[in-house]
């Protein structure tokens, strides 16, 4: 193999694929040549097709070792429940639990040019949700906020053209905000607002198959950390703050299709759990502030993600 100004060219034998600038171009057989749309096809059932194109020398830091992955994502997350206040507000009710959208951005980089170590940063957000419940007397509005990041080092145990399965760890933050303000007869009843901050170590495995240009690409992620739980109510000047140990568990899916060497197309789905939060639906009370008692539930958000993924 000789390496240029643009990447590497492999000289063909029987059998063999003819790469030119990072790609194959044809492939050399005892009748000859045969087409490059040939060519490709047998380069993405090749060993190299894992990692888009061979490996390079380590003088080149960021040729095939970087990557990007931007997903838009449509997802349902746990609204927070009401608890009832007799004549005002009547209980079951759950505020912010529609479909919301969102985004979630993956940059990462390989140490090797075999792409058996690396890391990446995952950051996620989704839309702001408002809802309002109107029952004659009350007028509730509601607010949610949620975001999310991952910092992870990958360690390739299985690697080769059609497998492949990684070891991943590192750190894990989630926040989740929301607001609660009920209003009866135009005046303030209770504003109660709430923030929940995890922060952990998450250790997990991502398993990728490839058929062709497909590729199937499963993970599964647990962090273990600390919850902190601000609650705040402004109409009583009460301030409420408490710590839990908390899990936070990630499952996904998701399917790829090679739409060109260095550019994939992605669909999948993800379902992520956190077990310990404080939602402002589950401090609504009427009894004096000295009584009350702060109370945690979990939290789930899951749906659809779309996307596209770049290797530079």
């Given at each position: ?170 750190y894990r933050n989630l926040y989740l905000e929301d607001d609660l303000q009920i209003n009866a007869q ?127």
């Open positions: 193999m000789l390496y240029g100004g643009e990447g590497p060219t492999m000289f063909a034998g029987e059998g063999e694929v003819v790469y030119e600038d990072g790609g194959p171009t044809m492939m050399g057989g005892p009748g000859g040549f045969v087409s490059p749309r040939r060519a490709m096809e047998d380069y993405w059932n090749s060993p190299a097709s894992d990692r888009g194109y061979p490996c390079y020398p380590v003088w080149f830091p960021f040729r095939d070792r970087l990557y990007l992955r931007g997903e838009y994502l449509v997802w349902w997350a746990k609204g927070s429940t009401l608890a009832p206040w007799p004549d005002l507000v009547d209980g079951g009710i759950r505020m912010n639990n529609g479909t919301r959208s969102g985004a979630r951005f993956t940059l990462g980089y390989w140490f090797d040019p075999c792409h058996s170590r690396g890391i990446e940063v995952t950051y996620l957000s989704l839309n702001t949700r408002t809802d309002q419940y109107l029952n004659g007397i009350a007028t509730l509005d509601a607010r949610s906020d949620f975001h999310g990041l991952e910092v992870l080092f990958r360690k390739a145990m299985i690697a080769n053209g059609c497998n492949r399965f990684d070891v991943v760890l590192g135009a005046a303030p009843v209770d504003q109660i607002h709430t923030t929940n901050r995890f922060n952990g170590f998450e250790l997990g495995f991502v398993g990728r198959t490839r058929r062709c240009r497909w590729t199937l690409e499963t993970q599964m992620k647990l962090a273990l950390g600390n919850t902190n739980s601000a609650i705040r109510r402004d109409v009583f000047s009460v301030d409420d703050n408490l710590d839990n140990f908390a899990m936070v568990s990630e499952l996904g899916a998701t399917l790829g299709y090679d739409v060109a060497p260095r550019l994939r197309a992605t669909v999948g789905y993800t379902f992520l759990y956190w077990s310990v939060v404080a939602r402002p639906g589950d401090q609504l009370t009427f009894l004096p502030p000295a009584q009350t008692v702060p109370v945690t539930t979990d939290y789930w958000a899951q749906g659809l993600n779309f996307g596209l993924e770049w290797q530079f």
